[in-house]
């Protein structure tokens, strides 16, 4: 079967079964400084990294060469899945994935349509691109001024696989010390000079929500032993900073949360009360002197994207077993777990509302309900006023796009706003994967069109560089 497919399902199957991992359904915004500092220090530049030898082998990494003026819309990173092809009656081999992946990249004026698109270029990677993990969506983890971007890689392993419900009932009651078990690793490259960082490496072990902050001078992210939210953490698990040239790690509290960013020195993190399959979650802010802070508790199936500014939570209902109502709801939350602002409620009955996504100053949010595309704009209005709801304000809801549901039931899998506010780029699933921008102002829809791109490959896990 070929990777594209395979990427399909396992995508679907993910949303589907967030509820069992313990990272799955949570997208984070990285809390953003309007003057950040550099990462690094002026005279330290990143040194290449040479390919594994259980990777492709690619030509070396340029070192010292600054890239051309940029771009005003930057770039878009993305990969390349370039599924093996078969001359009849040969076949491809049963439950074997026989794909290649690449990093690539084209200037963020030709995605939104303002200039001709250029034949991709290809970024050389010292690791296998089919090694990334794509749990929080696969693309890069971009600093605040732009210039670093993180990756987290994790060999496919007997725990990093997809599961049947009879396997994951088996799976439950054994131990991750029975499985072989790949290392994860955190990547830095640097943008400017085309070079790739190894951070951190750690053997047996799954990395999650890596989080710049606002300064740049820290990355936070999740250590954990193993995929499922059932096996118990270790002791060695939990929440950890590194400076972006490897050193100061530090494991900052063994506390099992997602890290959905951070307000100001402290991180918002989403902890899950009690063992799994309990449903309650608290809201806690984590000090970098290991104090832990509550903010409020919910039983909310629900994703959650951090505010740019840190300020408030966009909250969209979630699918799950105790929560397949016929509407989900949209809202925007202030950091005591209030309604601050309502977006509505849509009819849903089998799925979530997603993706979502904050534009970069947080003037407008974005979901995805079934095929159609809405902009939200902020608001100063209170959501509730004498115990009563108060409906949108009149035009802070408005559809932006339709996605084709003539073949198949249509989907989103990732948004994200230019940094000027002006478009909304769409990883869109409508009988093939594509990358759509939409311009908020006219509405115009505008494929990308990828000169180069063969039937049998894919373009996928975007991130676009501001």
Avoid at 45 to 52: G, K, R, Y
Avoid at 192 to 203: C, D
Avoid at 213 to 225: H, K
Avoid at 420 to 437: C, K, R, T
Wanted: net charge negative; hydrophobic share 40%; proline share 8%.
């Amino acid at each position: 079967m070929k990777r594209s497919i395979i990427s399909l399902i396992a995508s679907l199957f993910l949303l589907g079964l967030g509820w069992l991992l313990p990272h799955s359904v949570f997208n984070v915004s990285i809390e953003t400084d309007p003057t950040p500092a550099s990462v690094l220090p002026a005279d330290s530049s990143p040194t290449s990294l040479p390919a594994s030898t259980d990777t492709p082998e690619v030509s070396s990494v340029p070192t010292g060469i600054p890239t051309p003026e940029r771009d005003p819309y930057g770039e878009l990173y993305f990969t390349i899945i370039t599924s093996k092809e078969y001359i009849p009656p040969a076949e491809p081999s049963a439950g074997i994935d026989e794909s290649t992946s690449r990093l690539a990249r084209l200037p963020g004026s030709c995605v939104v349509g303002l200039i001709e698109c250029p034949e991709l270029e290809t970024v050389q990677t010292p690791f296998n691109m089919k090694d990334v993990s794509g749990v929080d969506g696969g693309g890069l983890i971009w600093s605040p001024e732009g210039r670093y971007g993180l990756l987290v890689t994790h060999p496919e392993d007997e725990l990093s696989t997809g599961k049947t419900k009879d396997e994951l009932a088996q799976l439950a009651n054994q131990s991750p010390a029975d499985f072989e078990i790949s290392p994860s690793t955190l990547y830095l490259f640097d943008a400017q000079l085309n070079t790739w960082r190894e951070v951190y490496r750690a053997e047996r072990k799954f990395f999650y929500t890596p989080t710049w902050s606002s300064d740049g001078q820290r990355i936070a992210f999740q250590v954990l032993s193993s995929a499922w939210a059932f096996h118990p953490a270790q002791a060695d698990d939990g929440i950890y900073l590194v400076h972006p040239d490897g050193s100061g790690l530090q494991q900052l509290s063994t506390i099992s949360a997602s890290i959905h960013g951070w307000i100001g020195n402290s991180l918002l993190l989403q902890h899950r009360q009690g063992l799994y399959p309990a449903a309650e979650y608290t809201f806690e802010l984590l000090t970098l002197n290991g104090e832990i802070r509550p903010l409020f508790t919910s039983e909310r199936q629900a994703f959650y994207t951090l505010a740019p500014a840190g300020g408030a939570l966009l909250a969209v209902d979630a699918p799950g077993e105790t929560n397949n109502t016929p509407t989900k709801s949209v809202d925007v939350l202030a950091l005591d777990g209030s309604v601050i602002q309502t977006f509505g409620a849509f009819s849903n009955y089998t799925s979530g509302i997603y993706p979502l996504a904050w534009s970069p100053d947080a003037s407008l949010v974005a979901f995805a309900n079934q095929r159609r595309v809405y902009i939200g704009a902020r608001t100063a209005q209170s959501a509730a006023a004498g115990g009563l709801s108060v409906f949108p304000a009149e035009g802070s809801v408005r559809e932006v796009y339709v996605a084709d549901d003539i073949y198949v039931e249509p989907s989103f899998w990732n948004f994200q706003f230019s940094s000027d506010n002006q478009y909304l780029l769409m990883h869109v699933y409508d009988g093939i994967p594509h990358f759509v921008a939409v311009a908020l102002e006219t509405g115009q829809a505008i494929p990308l069109e990828i000169k180069g791109l063969t039937s049998s490959e894919q373009a996928c896990s975007f991130s676009w560089r501001p």
